[in-house]
């Protein structure tokens, strides 16, 4: 089944302890793309990724970092997590030229 | 900076009344507009991508169009499963990257039986 995957799915941490999120899809996309949807605010782009070891800054990319090793996987990492990036964290793929983005399931993180 | 604004913020309809919902767009070159639609707690399901002024996409009972400041997306005869919050994003070509997106903050929208 095609599908993207994360993990976790539900995460609460503590302020400044270093986490990732890992992304994972199995149709052999170019492009992946995380996201985080906060209320009254939207769906925004943090970070985005157009092959492997190519990778760009979205609207809200402070306080994050991606990395593109391979071209299934796109973690996305906090180093030193705030309660300001408490969210819901969407990652996200698709073909290039092709703007039909598959979405994940989503991951809750709370920061205290 | 691309922005897109949507409405209204929420929606609600009788079953089988039809209404649209609209997403203006300021972008200094676009290269797409795309809806998608969102279940609670599920992430965003891709709908449609429009590309230039006076296209249209139909899919069952949604209609989505485009005009040079906004996209309209026409529910007919609406369903309770058609109950979703509905999302707008744009792609411009004006000093961004190809992979940037910029998302509306959706409309949900209720249709009652």
């Known amino acids: 089944e095609a599908q993207v995957t994360q993990n976790p799915r539900y995460l609460i941490t503590v302020t400044g302890k270093k986490l990732t999120v890992t992304c994972s899809q199995n149709m052999n996309h170019e492009y992946m793309s995380w996201y985080r949807q906060d209320p009254g605010l939207g769906l925004r782009q943090i970070y985005y990724s157009m092959n492997v070891e190519v990778t760009d800054k979205g609207d809200v990319p402070e306080g994050y970092k991606v990395s593109r090793k391979e071209k299934r996987n796109f973690p996305l990492i906090l180093e030193s997590p705030s309660p300001n990036q408490t969210s819901l964290y969407f990652c996200?793929?698709?073909?290039?030229?092709?703007?039909?983005?598959?979405f994940g399931p989503g991951t809750r993180l709370t920061v205290l | 900076e691309d922005q897109v604004t949507q409405s209204p913020e929420a929606l609600r309809l009788q079953e089988g009344e039809s209404s649209s919902l609209n997403c203006s767009y300021t972008?200094?070159?676009?290269?797409?507009l795309f809806w998608y639609r969102q279940d609670p707690g599920k992430g965003p399901e891709f709908l449609f991508t429009?590309?230039?002024a006076g296209e249209e996409k139909e899919k069952e009972r949604l209609k989505a169009t485009l005009t040079k400041k906004e996209s309209f997306l026409h529910i007919t005869a609406p369903k309770p499963e058609d109950s979703a919050t509905y999302l707008c994003a744009v792609q411009g070509t004006g000093g961004t990257s190809y992979g940037k997106l910029t998302f509306g903050q959706g409309t949900i929208l209720t249709v009652h039986p």
């Open positions: 429009l590309y230039s």
């Open positions: 972008v200094s070159g676009l290269r797409g």
């Open positions: 996200a793929s698709s073909l290039i030229g092709n703007n039909e983005q598959f």
